[in-house]
């Protein structure tokens, strides 16, 4: 069940373009915007019981992740909202295609406050997609309300060793050109100690990415070169590699830290 009439996002911008996310697709698997799969999910919510659960997603994406919550981990619903209407519509397609859409609701959203009332949800889950909100603060808070007492919010995130950016960095964030809010995963767990969640741990998962960025640079440089010209065309396949390359220098050197984050809301 999708929400979604128009064709530009919340803010009148499209970010996530068909280009953009087909280059994403091809590097991260159909319908994964971001890395590691099915795996990187599992590995997110792990120790956390979703079966029959509310769950709300934050950043749906192409809702991959939200249909694994309930084939997978046996949430009973999962609310997924994201601002780029395009991409709700391809997550409708998705939903529609795993027959998920008695399960699996989407939402477009403006920036902002949840659009949910007091303690709505379970859990909240997130793969990847907070690094495009500025006021983290603002948002656990907001978390912490929706969510139910004894709730968990559990988030997959891109974040960084602490500033100022090395030069590599501050290069590869601009080839990107996403409007990236990133921060340590120190600052992020602490904000969620602030908004009154308890339990509050955080995993950082830089060695894993940096295998990852081997991997992806020699597929792009080898044998997937020519399906990525086919794709996204010859600019586009180098801008791509020009990108992973990067990506990779800045993973070595530590300043782009891929990791987890969670905490519970308390019972009373």
């Known amino acids: 069940?999708?929400?979604?009439?128009?064709?530009?996002?919340?803010?009148g911008q499209i970010h996530y373009t068909d280009r953009f996310t087909a280059g994403l697709e091809l590097s991260f698997g159909e319908g994964f915007l971001s890395p590691g799969g099915q795996e990187e999910?599992?590995?997110i919510v792990e120790g956390i019981d979703f079966v029959d659960k509310e769950v709300l997603d934050i950043g749906v994406g192409l809702a991959q992740p939200a249909c694994l919550l309930v084939e997978e981990?046996?949430?009973a619903h999962v609310t997924g909202i994201d601002v780029e209407i395009p991409l709700l519509k391809r997550a409708s397609d998705t939903v529609e295609a795993r027959g998920l859409t008695d399960r699996v609701f989407l939402k477009c959203v403006?920036?902002?406050?949840?659009?949910?009332?007091?303690?709505?949800?379970?859990?909240?889950?997130?793969?990847d997609s907070i690094i495009h909100i500025p006021d983290t603060e603002a948002l656990f808070n907001e978390i912490h309300r929706?969510?139910?007492?004894?709730?968990?919010?559990?988030?997959?995130?891109?974040?960084c060793s602490n500033e100022p950016f090395t030069e590599e960095m501050s290069a590869w964030a601009e080839q990107v050109g996403l409007d990236f809010a990133m921060k340590p995963i120190e600052i992020s767990k602490e904000q969620l100690g602030a908004a009154g969640f308890v339990d509050v741990e955080s995993l950082d998962r830089n060695a894993w990415y940096t295998e990852v960025c081997r991997d992806s640079v020699g597929r792009i440089r080898g044998p997937q070169y020519a399906t990525y010209v086919e794709?996204?065309?010859?600019?586009?396949?180098?801008n791509e590699l020009e990108i992973v390359e990067k990506e990779l220098v800045v993973t070595l050197q530590g300043q782009l830290r891929p990791g987890h984050l969670r905490?519970?809301?308390p019972e009373s």
């Open 41 to 43: 999910v599992a590995k």
């Open 73 to 75: 981990h046996g949430a």
């Open 110 to 127: 403006e920036p902002g406050p949840l659009p949910f009332t007091d303690e709505s949800f379970d859990i909240v889950f997130s793969k």
């Open 263 to 265: 905490g519970r809301k």
């Open 231 to 238: 794709v996204l065309g010859e600019d586009g396949a180098r």
């Open 1 to 11: 069940m999708s929400e979604t009439n128009e064709d530009a996002d919340a803010d």
């Open 146 to 159: 929706v969510l139910r007492p004894g709730g968990w919010v559990a988030v997959g995130d891109w974040y």
